[in-house]
């Protein structure tokens, strides 16, 4: 019966003749039952157990701030202290004090800091007081401002200025004993309360950030003040946007309750979600808190959307309410009894099932050939593989050139060619027979010793100097370093420029440690897959970091994961693909059980050497959340640089950040159809800039086909040798031949790189450079197409062919065998 469906039956807490019975403008039900209950109750519904409020007394922390290095004022504020058995420190000047609390931010910081206030021209006690205020996690600290009684009895404000600046009380100069005992217990007991109340708050938002729930509070004028991780997931409101009216998001019958006077409602409200034009009905319950008769907080509780939507078609808000109580009793006792006829009941449903039901639905009345089309598609729909890439079948986009076919195959393709199983022979402990020395996982011991000292010439300078330029000659750095690139410009660029140690709280003889540590992990052995590839791609991150989209978007900590995922990215790479890895049956293909081998073995490796020593361990000094936070952005990034996934990345960066428009080609993405118009609003969502951080990195790591034309045909190169190599030892070990047109006798290198740059990088360098704004990067590719054609149709096609045309270019001779590997650092002196 409809009667019953209000949202909420009578509330369990109140007396019933408190309760309004307000009718709903609403009509939502056939008999446009009142929607709304409302009861308009003191005190306020919440109460916060005195437990929660309140902190054993601890030992008092003083902190005395007075420039005068025998004031006796301050001896007598210490052996007060001491007298009440707490611990009293001095400091003379603001920026000790800031430093005592940076360094002590966790374990010793003072219940109170009496600051001198009489000396202005030796200390600004105003801007000490602010500058406290402003480091985290100060709010229950007590400011005294001691002054002289001149001051003090100046007028009846004389206070309000050391109020405004962040003081709490004032004590005109005294040295009794006494006087600052009881001045320092009781400040004390208001630190504590302070501190209790804080924590206490902390602990309400982490609950509240761990609902699934959507739960917003507002001041008296809605704006929004706290929003739970659901809230701002599923609406997009971030909280660095700043302070927001809850109607810019919000709106209907509990939104205005909220300013009707009501203490307590339960009403309808509307939802407008970022990433859809539909605005979601959602059932909300709602309080007005305040502690004294004015409203001093407003509480939003609306039910989880997901669960709703699905109803929503349906019309009712009876159906509303139905499916969200389902989700709860899933929640509750769905684990309990689970059985297959429990789960097809369970009331969740993903996007793609809303999808499918909605083109089925339009196949109703349709005319036979739509209804084809849409069963096709629902078909399609149907497969787990939706971003599996499969040739077009449009004979213009067939991949004529068998060498594109074979590269473009085995770079995307999840299958490994098994037709002819290998058995390893002898010892499976190494990662390829074409390691060198140094490529062991195991922590090289140059790199446990201390006193590293990073040297740089003036030739080296000048060319780190130029390390944010798209033209970075990568390849002198590589001869500059001998080989070892990567800890010069990680360190130049991580620190440096990007000042990474400030986010992840580390000194930079660690991070040098770290880049020493991954740098000695990538084999120099390899043609491409080596520490210069590394730097390369490093570099390529930070020059879209510093692109305004990216600076915008991206906190600090997460620009310091993306540099570092780009520097080990392919750490420990065997210069041979993981296809081969699993044809060869490696420990690390059954590890991974052939799927991401490579990928999972440079995540998992970074971390492994990251963690095995503090004297590396960039993220030792970082709370367990954050690290867990910049170790999930790392994952996620490497693992983003597997090419089977790269259609599946690009797509759904495209399908969120470009719409159709009707509108110019100009500012579009180009395509030969419709254009598609760059829409950045879906940013706000957390889970969209995970796309973009993937699209970021991957970008990054195959950019070497975007660069100028001298840049682009060394990379070339050395990526075709060293497929070379692999074609090489899979016809030695009679194993499968993963890429046979990639043979040194008959390959044609310039069409490899036309089918390259057509099937992989066109797209999505279009995509990316319309999103950071850099054509260059199209550009680029366009040119090194155009000159590829130029040398195909001259009849170029080995390396040496290939060789022969770079001597035209500015490019330092291409070198035929790698840089010296040593198992040892060039760049780096270490002392003992
Ligand atoms: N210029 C290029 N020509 C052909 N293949 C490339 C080129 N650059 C990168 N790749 C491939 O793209 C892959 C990206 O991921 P990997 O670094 O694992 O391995 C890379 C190479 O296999």
């Avoid at 039956?9 to 209950?37: F, M, Q, W």
């Avoid at 006077?261 to 509307?270: F, K, L, M, V, Y």
């Amino acid at each position: 019966m409809y009667r019953h469906n209000k949202i909420r039956k009578g509330s369990s807490s109140g007396s019933p003749g408190a309760r309004a019975g307000r009718r709903s403008s609403l009509a939502l039900t056939p008999e446009d039952e009142p929607l709304v209950d409302v009861a308009n109750r003191s005190p306020p519904p919440a109460n916060i157990p005195n437990a929660m409020l309140y902190s054993p007394p601890e030992p008092l922390e003083l902190l005395c701030v007075f420039p005068e290095r025998a004031s006796r004022v301050c001896a007598a504020a210490c052996a007060a202290v001491a007298r009440a058995g707490g611990e009293a420190r001095s400091v003379r000047s603001a920026r000790d004090t800031l430093e005592a609390l940076r360094r002590d931010s966790d374990t010793k910081q003072p219940h109170v800091i009496v600051v001198d206030a009489r000396q202005p021209q030796t200390l600004d006690a105003f801007l000490l007081a602010r500058a406290v205020r402003g480091t985290k996690n100060t709010q229950h600290i007590i400011l005294i401002a001691v002054v002289k009684k001149s001051v003090y009895l100046k007028d009846d404000f004389a206070v309000l200025p050391y109020l405004d600046a962040g003081y709490n009380r004032i004590m005109v100069e005294t040295l009794s004993a006494t006087a600052w005992c009881a001045e320092v217990l009781q400040s004390r007991a208001a630190a504590s309360a302070a501190r209790a109340q804080i924590a206490a708050v902390a602990a309400l938002a982490a609950a509240a950030d761990r609902c699934r729930d959507l739960i917003a509070v507002t001041d008296e004028q809605q704006k929004i003040l706290l929003a739970n991780k659901s809230w701002s997931k599923v609406l997009g409101w971030r909280v660095e946007e700043g302070p927001k009216q809850l109607s810019d998001t919000a709106g209907g019958e509990a939104l205005r309750l909220a300013t009707s006077g009501a203490r307590d409602w339960e009403a309808p409200i509307t939802l407008r979600r970022r990433t859809t034009p539909d605005p979601v009905l959602v059932p909300c319950r709602g309080a007005a808190i305040g502690l004294t008769k004015s409203t001093s907080h407003v509480v939003f509780v609306c039910e989880p959307i997901h669960a709703l939507e699905t109803e929503r078609g349906r019309g009712s808000l009876h159906s509303i309410r139905r499916g969200s109580l389902d989700v709860r009793s899933v929640a509750s006792d769905g684990l309990r009894r689970t059985s297959l006829a429990k789960l097809q009941g369970l009331p969740l449903e993903a996007p793609i099932t809303k999808v499918i039901s909605l083109l089925s639905t339009a196949t109703e009345g349709a005319p036979p050939s739509t209804v084809a089309y849409i069963e096709r598609a629902v078909d399609m729909l149907r497969t787990s593989e939706l971003y599996s890439p499969q040739m077009r079948d449009d004979p213009k986009m067939r991949v004529e050139d068998p060498i594109a076919t074979d590269l473009i195959g085995a770079l995307l393709s999840r299958e490994q060619v098994n037709t002819n199983l290998y058995f390893m022979q002898g010892p499976t402990n190494t990662l390829s027979s074409r390691r060198s020395s140094n490529d062991s996982t195991v922590v090289r011991s140059q790199t446990n010793r201390s006193n590293i000292k990073h040297k740089t010439t003036g030739q080296l300078r000048e060319l780190l100097d130029t390390a944010l330029s798209w033209d970075f000659e990568i390849f002198k750095l590589e001869e500059l370093t001998r080989g070892r690139p990567l800890a010069h410009l990680g360190l130049a660029l991580m620190a440096g420029r990007f000042d990474i140690c400030s986010a992840l709280e580390c000194d930079e003889r660690t991070l040098l440690h770290w880049l020493t540590i991954v740098e000695t992990n990538y084999h120099a052995v390899n043609t491409y897959h080596n520490s210069t590839h590394a730097a390369d791609v490093l570099q390529a991150v930070a020059y879209f970091l510093e692109k305004d989209r990216l600076k915008t978007v991206l906190e600090p900590l997460e620009a310091a994961a993306a540099l570092l995922a780009a520097a080990a990215h392919d750490v420990d790479h065997p210069g041979t693909s993981s296809a081969f890895l699993c044809n060869a049956r490696h420990p690390l293909a059954v590890l991974y059980n052939d799927v991401s081998v490579l990928e999972s073995h440079h995540a998992a490796l970074t971390f492994k050497l990251t963690l095995n020593d503090d004297r590396v361990n960039i993220f030792k000094n970082l709370e367990r959340d954050t690290y867990k936070q910049v170790r999930h952005n790392v994952i996620d990034m490497i693992l983003a640089t597997e090419m089977t996934k790269h259609f599946e990345h690009l797509a759904k960066f495209v399908n969120v950040f470009y719409a159709k428009s009707s509108g110019s080609k100009e500012d579009n993405m180009h395509t030969d159809q419709e254009p598609l118009a760059l829409d950045t609003t879906a940013l706000s969502l957390p889970e969209n800039v995970v796309l973009v951080k993937r699209m970021m990195i991957k970008c990054a790591d195959v950019s070497n086909a975007s660069r100028p034309q001298k840049f682009a045909f060394e990379w070339a190169r050395r990526i075709a040798e060293e497929y070379f190599l692999q074609t090489d030892e899979e016809k030695a070990k009679d194993l499968p031949v993963v890429m046979p047109m990639f043979d040194r006798a008959t390959c044609s290198i310039p069409r490899s790189q036309i089918g390259f740059i057509d099937y992989i990088i066109m797209d999505m360098m279009e995509a990316w450079a319309g999103f950071i704004d850099m054509p260059e990067l199209v550009n680029h590719a366009r040119q090194n197409h155009a000159r590829w054609h130029e040398l195909d149709d001259a009849g170029v096609t080995t390396l040496a062919d290939v060789r022969r045309a770079q001597r035209h270019l500015a490019l330092p001779a291409p070198t035929t065998t790698n840089p010296p590997t040593t198992g040892t650092t060039t760049t780096t002196t270490t002392e003992e």
